[in-house]
């Protein structure tokens, strides 16, 4: 019997899961998202092309690996049919390798519609959401009114559809939403829900399982399956700097509601950071750098969004954050990505704490979101080498070394590797 290793970002999202996950997928036979949908953009490379990928698992290159859409996972079929299309340019079927949990919701365009409603009743206090229809869609699975991918084998779907969609648009209207000015891809709401019906079709060819038992029995049979996590625990609902947050559970506590298995089924839990801190979207930062060294970090790391490409905020590590992630994650492992980025800076720093009020602390405090907090910054002298062509963890410069080490202690949690590129082969494994 085994059980299933979790791989989750850390941060505020775009740590590199998908790179990282495309990397241990020859360890595993299953790969299974278990929340989010497509807000996300995970990225990949290799052979000098990068793929990104929203709502499909980043093991669908690996032809002999299943890739699982857990329960927990939103679908909103437009999307998911452009991914599907995208791969089968690149000579990939994912009708082979990919099953989907019948019990995932569906993002209906009108989803889109109340996002893109809510965030302008919001005005000054927007949350900065990517409007792929992720909170109205949550919002309607917890208020017991979502509709299932398993929904759409079924006769009364159409019928169920309209009732769902007149409900969004009387809550657009109640808010005042301008409906003929919304556009979706450059559509009306009525053009887009055309191709969004049709594209149900795209779904239809998929195989619809029970996820949670057709896991649960991969288990008892002995095989592997890494759970891949979507955003970063930064951005959980519970633990994230609320409202600025998505609208899943993105922490370890997620893989057991959104694939179906047990608490004591988790096996190891690799939590992957940046060497450095991005956020996109609104909300807290402390160690935000609004200076030429915040501009650098943004440039040379491409901190750009993979879903909705607007410049990810940028600025030092955050260990206060860091350790808390571990904390709720139970993390085993730490994978670091991105060193690279830094490695012609004079100096890199490290926030070890925050000060509020005058007094420090290594605590998030329940007033992220309103108190002024300074971060407490750890400086070391930059390693000032290019490390593209390292092949061993050991063969990095010593003061990147030094980096890590202080990070591995301040967390508390080993480092297993380091990312030093977007390619899938520049992984440099830590060995003790
Ligand atoms: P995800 O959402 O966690 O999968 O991350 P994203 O794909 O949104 O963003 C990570 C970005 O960093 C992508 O453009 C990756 O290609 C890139 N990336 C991943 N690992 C590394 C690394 O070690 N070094 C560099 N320079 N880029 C990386
Ligand atoms: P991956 O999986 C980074 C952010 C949005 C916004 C907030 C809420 O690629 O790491 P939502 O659309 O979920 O209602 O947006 O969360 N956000 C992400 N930021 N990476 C992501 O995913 C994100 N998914 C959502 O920018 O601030
Ligand atoms: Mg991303």
């Known amino acids: 019997m085994s059980k299933v290793d979790v791989l989750l970002g850390l941060q505020w999202g775009d740590e590199g899961k998908g790179k990282v996950v495309d990397v241990l997928t020859p360890e595993y036979d299953v790969i299974a998202r278990f929340q989010g949908g497509p807000n996300a953009g995970h990225t990949l490379e290799f052979n000098g092309i990068k793929h990104v990928l929203h709502i499909i698992p980043s093991g669908i290159f690996h032809e002999h690996k299943l890739n699982i859409i857990g329960n927990g996972v939103l679908i909103e079929p437009r999307i998911f049919e452009g991914e599907v299309n995208a791969l089968t340019e690149k000579g990939v079927d ?7 949990s019948q019990k995932a919701h569906l993002i209906l365009p009108s989803h889109r519609m109340l996002d893109a409603a809510n965030e302008q009743a919001k005005g000054n206090a927007k949350i900065g959401s ?41 809550t657009a209207h109640s808010l005042k939403f301008d409906l003929d000015a919304f556009r979706v891809d450059g ?15 795209t779904l239809r060819r998929f195989k619809l399982i029970n996820s949670e038992y057709f896991i649960n029995r991969c288990l008892d049979e002995g095989k592997r399956v890494l759970a891949e996590g979507a955003q970063g625990s930064m951005l959980d609902i519970d633990f994230g700097s609320y409202p600025f947050v998505t609208s899943s559970s993105t922490i370890t506590a997620g893989v057991c509601s959104g ?47 993979a879903t909705t490409g607007r410049a990810r905020r940028c600025g030092w590590l955050d260990i206060p954050a860091l350790r808390y992630a571990c904390m709720l994650n139970g993390v085993t492992d730490l994978f670091v990505t991105k060193p690279d980025v830094m490695n012609d800076f004079a100096e890199v720093k490290m926030c070890t704490a925050y000060e509020i009020e005058g007094r420090q602390t290594t605590e998030i405090p329940f007033e992220f979101n309103t108190v002024e907090i300074k971060p407490v910054l750890k400086s070391f002298k930059g390693w000032n080498e290019d490390i593209s062509r390292c092949t061993d963890y050991k063969a990095l410069p010593a003061r990147l070394r030094d980096y890590l080490d202080e990070l591995e202690s301040t967390v508390g949690v080993r480092i297993m590797a380091v990312s030093i590129s977007p390619d899938r082969k520049d992984v440099l494994y830590k060995k003790d």
Not at 94 to 100: F, H, R, V
Not at 187 to 201: G, T
Not at 263 to 286: E, H, L, M, N, W
Request: overall charge neutral.
């Open 259 to 305: 694939l179906g298995v047990a608490p004591s089924r988790i096996g190891r839990v690799i939590g992957i950071s940046k060497a450095y801190c991005t956020r996109v979207g609104a909300g807290p930062f402390p160690t935000e750098l609004f200076d030429e060294t915040g501009n650098r970090l943004c440039q040379l790391g491409h901190e750009f969004g």
């Open 187 to 201: 559509m009306s709401l009525a053009e887009y829900e055309k191709l969004w019906l049709a594209s149900i079709e």
């Open 130 to 170: 990517t409007l792929k229809g992720i909170g109205p869609a949550y919002t309607d699975k917890i208020a017991r009114n979502g509709l299932r991918v398993g929904d759409i084998m079924q006769s009364d779907f159409l019928e169920r559809y309209e009732l769902l969609k007149c409900q969004h648009l009387q």
């Open 94 to 100: 994912a009708t082979k390798n990919l099953y989907i």
